[in-house]
Nanobody, 125 residues
Framework: QVQLVESGGGSVQAGGSLRLSCAPG????????MAWFRQAPGKEREGIAV????????DYAASVRGRFTISRDDPKNTVYLEMNDLKPEDTAIYYC??????????????????WGRGTQVTVSS
C-alpha cells in the first residue's frame, strides 16, 4: 500500500525558511499529480502547490506564490516544498497529497486519494 510520509516541519521566526519533504512508499512516477496542502486551526484545508508527473508543470496558491517552490527528485523518490520568507500566517499543519489520475481542480482536497499524516509548521513574529 502506498503511504505518504512528510518531514521537515518545525518552528522558525518570520522571514525564515523551511524545506518539507514527502516520500511515498512506492515510486511516485505512477501518480499523476502530487500536491501540498495546509490547514490552520479553525480553517479549511488549503491547496498551496502542485506538481504534475507528466511534464513537471507546477502551480501555486496566490498566498504562497513567489515564496514557496515545489519540486521533485526522481532518484530520491521525493517531492519537496521549499518555503522562504515565512510569515506567521503560514503557521499550519502541512500535508502531502497524491492522485493516480488528474480528475479535478488541483487545489481541491477531493481531487486526491492519498494523504500523509501532516507535519507542523509554526512561524513566530
Amino acid at each position: 500500500q502506498v503511504q505518504l510520509v512528510e518531514s521537515g516541519g518545525g518552528s522558525v521566526q518570520a522571514g525564515g525558511s523551511l524545506r518539507l519533504s514527502c516520500a511515498p512508499g512506492r515510486r511516485f512516477q505512477r501518480m499523476a499529480v502530487m500536491a501540498w496542502f495546509r490547514q490552520a486551526p479553525g480553517k479549511e484545508r488549503e491547496g498551496i502547490a502542485v506538481i504534475y508527473t507528466a511534464d513537471y508543470n507546477t502551480d501555486y496558491a496566490a498566498s504562497v506564490r513567489g515564496r514557496f517552490t515545489i519540486s521533485r527528485d526522481d532518484p530520491k523518490n521525493t517531492v519537496y516544498l521549499e518555503m522562504n520568507d515565512l510569515k506567521p500566517e503560514d503557521t499550519a499543519i502541512y500535508y502531502c497529497a497524491a492522485a493516480w489520475a488528474i480528475g479535478g481542480v488541483w487545489n481541491s482536497a477531493s481531487t486526491y486519494t492519498l494523504w500523509g499524516r501532516g507535519t507542523q509548521v509554526t512561524v513566530s513574529s
